[in-house]
């Protein structure tokens, strides 16, 4: 199958301090990426989906000016993590939609101090 | 209102038995994936399944769509430590223009002892 990568695969950062994560595919053009968060135990939750060249459409209940999305590159989505907060500890999972599936990232995971 | 209701969330059994998650929901779906999902890695998908009725076997993993596309189950027989995870259900709703955005359902942590 299709490969997506995430980097880094795990950040600690200090409060107040931004972090970004790169998602990329490796060897397919995502048009979009979807962007998830997922708690210890629980299922993942979508934050957004990202097209290309355009703006990400956030799901209900998640800050845009928070959780900066770019998508500038058919094989690269950028979440930013804006004056991270302890409560934004959590699994970050993107994914690129292939042509049949999604193909999911491994992962990232995000420790705020 | 979760979308998809994944049942049940928590399942602890003894190497060799038989065991069956299930998928519910009132939207009608035009795909529905089944994913397993290792601690700190992405989830893996194990089957689609995109025609009502339809029937995937794999190994000892067996996966039904309802024939409605609104349900499905997966069956595991002989449950071995190795199928210990975190099972997730996840569809495309019919009929809209999401990009192709999947809902998941709560997901199943299934635990297999020897």
């Known amino acids: 199958g299709a490969v997506v990568s995430q980097h880094p695969s795990w950040v600690i950062c200090k409060s107040g301090t931004s972090v970004k994560i790169e998602c990329r595919s490796l060897d397919f053009q995502a048009t979009t990426m979807f962007w998830y968060r997922q708690f210890p135990k629980q299922s993942l939750m979508l934050m957004a989906t990202?097209?290309?060249?355009?703006?990400?459409?956030?799901e209900q209940g998640v800050e845009k000016d928070k959780f900066l999305i770019n998508h500038a590159s058919l094989t690269l989505s950028t979440l930013t993590v804006t004056s991270a907060h302890p409560e934004d500890s959590s699994f970050y999972i993107c994914s690129g939609r292939g042509p049949y599936e999604q193909y999911f990232g491994p992962g990232t995971r995000l420790t705020v101090t | 209102t979760q979308l998809l209701e994944q049942s049940p969330q928590f399942l602890s059994i003894q190497e060799g038995e038989n065991l069956t998650v299930y998928c519910n929901s009132s939207s009608v779906f035009s795909s529905l994936q089944w994913y397993r999902q290792e601690p700190g890695e992405g989830p893996v998908l194990l089957v689609t399944v995109v025609t009502g009725g339809e029937v995937k076997k794999l190994k000892r993993l067996t996966f039904q769509f309802g024939d409605a596309r609104k349900d499905s189950s997966l069956h595991i027989t002989a449950a071995q430590p190795g199928d210990t995870g975190l099972y997730l259900c996840a569809g495309v709703e019919a009929g809209g223009t999401s990009y192709g955005k999947l809902t998941f359902g709560q997901g199943t942590i299934l635990t297999v002892h020897p």
């Open positions: 990202s097209n290309e060249g355009s703006k990400a459409t956030y």
